[in-house]
Structures are given as C-alpha cells and as structure tokens.
C-alpha cells in the first residue's frame, strides 16, 4: 500500500518523515521535494529509519471511517499517524505529546516504555533526556490487534525488538487544544462584551498610565470584581457563545464516510412544504452558533444564526493546515445563515425525532417553507 500511496505524489515533510533516534535525539533523513519509494525502501534498509505517514486517512478509507466516527464521539478533531520501524531501531526519542494517544499495533511487534509525566496533561509537545524520565513505569510488547491508550503528558519511547521484519502501527490522536483552558479562552471575551453592553464599570477607562506599570497588583481587586460579575451572569442564565472552537472544529474535520463522493449526492425526494414532516439528518455532523452578522452593513453589533456543517469538507485537506484554503489561507465554511427570530423553529428541528413543518415556531407559512427549503438544499434535513 505504501508503494502504491507514495506513486501519488507524496512530498518529505509534509506527508512523509524518515526519522531515526540517535543518542537521544531525532535525526531526520528528510530529502527535498517528492518522496522517492526506492529511496524510502533504500533509508529503511541501510540507515535502519522510521518511515513516518502524515495523515493516511487521506488515502485510506478504512482510518476514513474510523477517525470520522471518533470525531463524532468525541467532538475533538482526530488525526493520524503511521510508524514503520526496521528490527533493532527506534524511530523518536523520549517525549510527551499534547493529544490523547491510542496506538494500534498492525505489524510486527511495538517495544513500549512508559514513563511518570514531568507535565501532567501538558499541553505542548516536549522531548524530554534520558537522565530526566526515570525508569518505566510500564515496559510491554505491542503485539498485531493490541492496543495501548494513554494521556497527554505521558512520557513515552518505543522500538522495533531485533529478530523481528519490522514494526507497523498506527497512532490515532484527539484532544489538542481542547482543555478547559481553550475553552474560557474562547467563550469569555464575548461574555466580557455582552456584559460591556449592560454594565458601564466595564466600559469606564481604566486607571492613568495603568499600562506603563511594571506591578499590576493593584487592579487585581478590580478584575476580581468583574469575574465575580461575570459569574454572577452565568449563574443567572446569561447565555456562553462559542466564538471559534465550534467553528473551527466543524471547519476542519472530516467529511462523513458514506461510501461515495458528497459531490454525487443531492436534495432527495420531493421539495418541503407546510404540510410535510420533516427529519434532521447529519446532526452530528453540524454546529449552530450565534455570531455577529457577516455581511457588509451599517449595522456591526447584528447578531445571526449560522448553521456550519462538514459534509462538503475536502477528506485531501484533513488536519493539513490551511491547504482546504481560500487565497488568504482561511478554510472554507459550508452552511446557511439565519435570522435570530428563527432560533425556536431550529431548536424544534434539532431536538425533534420528527416533526411538521406547519408546526415550527415562526411567524408565516413562508419563512417556515423557506426554512426548512434551505435545510434540505444542503442536506441536513429530508422529507419523510
């Protein structure tokens, strides 16, 4: 398969690393440009290197349909990786990683090392020394259809035992940058805008040269105050609006595995009216937020609704930056938009098994049809 794979015009770096431990550090064997299968099966023999995949779910579609499932379960992106490892060789060094790890061992076997985390649940990748790490706390054999989990954090290092052909396993990683952390980070400034609106302290200027201070202490009082506020809102009822992680999770994973090309698929069955019922489909597979109006107008404070979806996402572009991009690098958003009066009716649609399109909660017939209409254009409904 990886013969077969590389033929497509695979690049070092970007989709292929050859990589070797080497007194503790990783060497990389990286050359320019394609990759060359002959020179790969050359480096795999001679220098003993570890041929690192990038991303093979977007060539095979068994990992497709796996990882496309996870990030369901989950609702956290999930990339990839494989590691073919020569007998007698070890591919990296000690490290931890930033995601949570599932290894599933293919071929061969996998020498494990586990080891008491230097950064519980860390949230950065780190290679950490020898005279560091301690002794394992685990030391195992990975096996063909084991498989091994562990935290973010974890300290870690495997090789190929000699004797054997060579190791073949899959890692599979979720989880990155999605903390408690990422988070708040991503919900409390618009809280801090929405309480802006209704509270004047938070838009009284701040205190004389406050920002020429070296010691910020003495506004710590004063910042206390506002979270004591803000979380006197939430408890309250005051709404938390997710400003990117929703959007940029729905941006950037994988389209549905349905066994053929989105691009072939279309609108089925006949066109909604009032009188039809109605059934949400890929629920999973879409996002509903609330966020200033995108459109050029005169009025910047308009709030609508967008409805993101991922079934037009580009399998090619999966966890690959901003190759899915337009020319400013920005990846391409698939969904609809809405009017915050149409709020219930969507929240009728999506809590609903069924239901009748002359039953949503909007004004007219019309906006109703024209609901329900667009929903069916992009597939996230169908007429039963």
């Not at 991303?55 to 999930?78: A, H, M, N, T």
């Not at 076997?109 to 985390?117: A, D, M, S």
Request: aromatic share 8%; with cysteine.
């Amino acid at each position: 398969d990886l013969q077969s794979i590389v033929s497509q015009g695979l690049c070092y770096g970007r989709d292929i690393n050859v990589c070797k431990c080497v007194n503790g550090k990783k060497k990389i064997f990286n050359k320019a440009g394609k990759v060359s299968y002959a020179q790969l099966k050359k480096d795999f023999d001679q220098k003993k290197a570890t041929i690192q995949f990038h991303q093979p779910q977007r060539f095979k579609d068994e990992l497709w349909r796996i990882q496309e499932k996870l990030e369901c379960f989950f609702g956290s992106l999930v990339g990839s990786n494989v590691y073919i490892t020569p007998p007698g060789s070890q591919g990296l060094p000690p490290h931890y990683d930033d995601v949570e790890v599932f290894i599933l061992q293919l071929e061969g076997e996998k020498h494990w090392q586990l080891y008491q985390p230097t950064v519980n649940l860390a949230q950065e990748y780190n290679v950490e020394p020898e005279d560091r790490i301690g002794t394992p706390t685990h030391d195992f054999l990975l096996k063909p259809g084991d498989l091994l989990y562990f935290p973010r954090g974890i300290i870690h290092q495997a090789d190929t035992p000699s004797g054997v052909s060579h190791s073949t396993h899959v890692t599979i990683s979720t989880y990155q940058n999605n903390s408690w952390r990422d988070f708040l980070l991503d919900v409390i400034p618009g809280l801090v805008l929405d309480s802006a609106k209704d509270n004047i302290d938070f838009r009284r200027s701040i205190p004389q040269k406050l920002l020429m201070k070296m010691d910020l202490s003495e506004s710590s009082k004063r910042v206390s105050g506002f979270l004591r506020h803000l979380a006197n809102q939430l408890e309250n009822g005051r709404e938390l609006k997710s400003s990117d992680m929703k959007k940029d999770f729905i941006m950037n994973r994988l389209p549905p595995f349905l066994g053929t090309s989105f691009d072939s698929l279309a609108p089925g069955g006949k066109l909604p009216k009032v009188d039809c019922t109605i059934r949400l489909q890929f629920k999973e597979y879409s996002v509903i937020t609330v966020e200033p109006d995108q459109d050029l107008s005169d009025d910047k404070h308009k709030e609508m609704i967008y409805i993101y979806h991922c079934l037009k996402n580009k399998r090619e572009a999966h966890m690959m930056g901003d190759e899915d991009g337009n020319e400013e690098g920005i990846p391409q958003t698939h969904g609809l938009r809405f009017p915050l009066s149409h709020m219930d009716a969507l929240k009728q649609i999506w809590s609903c098994d069924t239901i009748c399109v002359k039953e949503l909660n909007l004004a007219s017939d019309a906006e109703k049809e024209n609901l329900v209409v667009s929903l069916w254009s992009e597939l996230l409904i169908e007429v039963m």
